[in-house]
């Protein structure tokens, strides 16, 4: 790969990939609503909101993959999640579909099955069970995914990542903590892997870990949460926390 986008490239996530992501392209394009302005010499910035779609088209023209991060990142009243987290998914793929590109790796979450108990092993085959407007959009974005797949022949994986943190802060995440090491690794192997659609969980190699190691892509982690244990207690049953809880994100009051 030549070239590769990353939307969302302001944001938590895409601020740690990028310096590992640009070794070797050609280019890696970044796109934001926000100016990223500490750019690297093979790094470009354009300018973009998810909901305008022509502003999408113009920032995927020419590239090879798009790793999607784009969108509200956790559980939000419906109007301010449904703009980039359903319709800028919808533009993204779209976008890709019609600029030729071969792949795209799609930043889902953990909550898109986040009403799992706490405990039980999940792998990509699981149905979704979503806890909330935030996890039901990732769900929509993993649908769309699979539905250029296999009606357009494009590439796709989706990832459900943990918590995504330089370290875990309480119980829950010594099982769903995704180093910054381990999630470089993971987006690399998303990258390169010779799949054509898969759904695979982002987490360290924790010693709690309730997700089964992938081997589908190749994700090998290096990191264990187990090192800073032990952290305050958590009180939640299931797998998605603070997200499963009635009034979390202040819309079902």
Known sequence: MERVLITGAAGAIGTVLRPALREGLRELRLTDVVEIDDLAGNETFVRADLTDFEAVQRAVEGVTAVVHLGAVPNEAPFDVIAGPNLHGAYHVFEAARRADVDRIVYASSNHAT??????????????????????????????????????????????????????????????????????????????????????????????????????????????????????????FTRQGGPNTERDHGGWAT
Not at 121 to 126: A, F, H, K, R, S
Not at 140 to 156: H, K, N, P, Q, S
Request: hydrophobic share 40%; charged share 20%; proline share 8%.
């Open 114 to 235: 986040g009403m799992y108990p706490v405990g039980e092993p999940l792998d990509g085959t699981v149905a979704p069970w979503p806890d909330g407007l935030y996890g039901a959009s990732k769900v929509f974005g993993e649908a769309l995914a699979r539905m250029y797949v296999t009606r357009f022949g494009m590439r796709a994986v989706c990832l459900r990542i943990g918590s995504f943190k330089a370290q875990p802060q309480e119980e829950r995440e010594l099982s769903t903590w995704l180093s910054h090491a381990d999630g470089i690794r993971l987006f690399q192997a998303a990258l390169t892997a010779d799949v054509e659609f898969a759904i695979v969980y982002g987490a360290s190699a924790n010693t709690r870990r309730w997700w089964p190691a992938d081997t589908e892509i190749g994700f090998v982690p290096q990191d264990d949460a187990e090192t800073f244990a032990p952290l305050p207690p958590s009180r």
